[in-house]
Nanobody, 128 residues
Framework: QVTLVQSGGGSVQAGGSLTLSCEVSRYIYDNYCMAWFRQIPGQDRERVAVSYIGNKHRGYADSVKGRFTNSSDKAKKTLNLKMSNLTTEDTAMYYC?????????????????????WGQGTQVTVAS
């Protein structure tokens, strides 16, 4: 397990942009599966982006595809989520998550309960 510390987030008008960052406590190895989830009170966590460090494959939920970009910087030990053209439906608590997996296929299928390391969460509020 690793420690994840999030930064970024806040409030923005609809149509605006925000970037979330997730700092990893140690080197990001190629077998890391890293993801961003979001949660609205009373609902399950929704995975919005996932990436496998080894081959740089990335996947996005349909609800954010084309608007959110997930990237990693191994030298800075950070995972970033750039969010553009935000809507009120993007309002949620956002979490980064990490775990080790053997392949992209093994990473892509993982749900929230299967990630062992989590950031503390950061609130994103989009006003109309």
């Amino acid at each position: 397990q690793v420690t994840l510390v999030q930064s970024g987030g806040g409030s923005v008008q609809a149509g605006g942009s925000l970037t979330l960052s997730c700092e990893v406590s140690r080197y990001i190895y190629d077998n890391y599966c890293m993801a961003w989830f979001r949660q609205i009170p009373g609902q399950d966590r929704e995975r919005v982006a996932v990436s496998y460090i080894g081959n740089k494959h990335r996947g996005y939920a349909d609800s954010v595809k084309g608007r959110f970009t997930n990237s990693s910087d191994k030298a800075k030990k950070t995972l970033n989520l750039k969010m553009s053209n935000l809507t009120t439906e993007d309002t949620a608590m956002y979490y980064c998550a990490a775990d080790t997996r053997t392949s992209w296929d093994d990473c892509y299928i993982r749900v929230a309960s299967e990630f062992r390391s989590w950031g503390q969460g950061t609130q994103v509020t989009v006003a109309s």
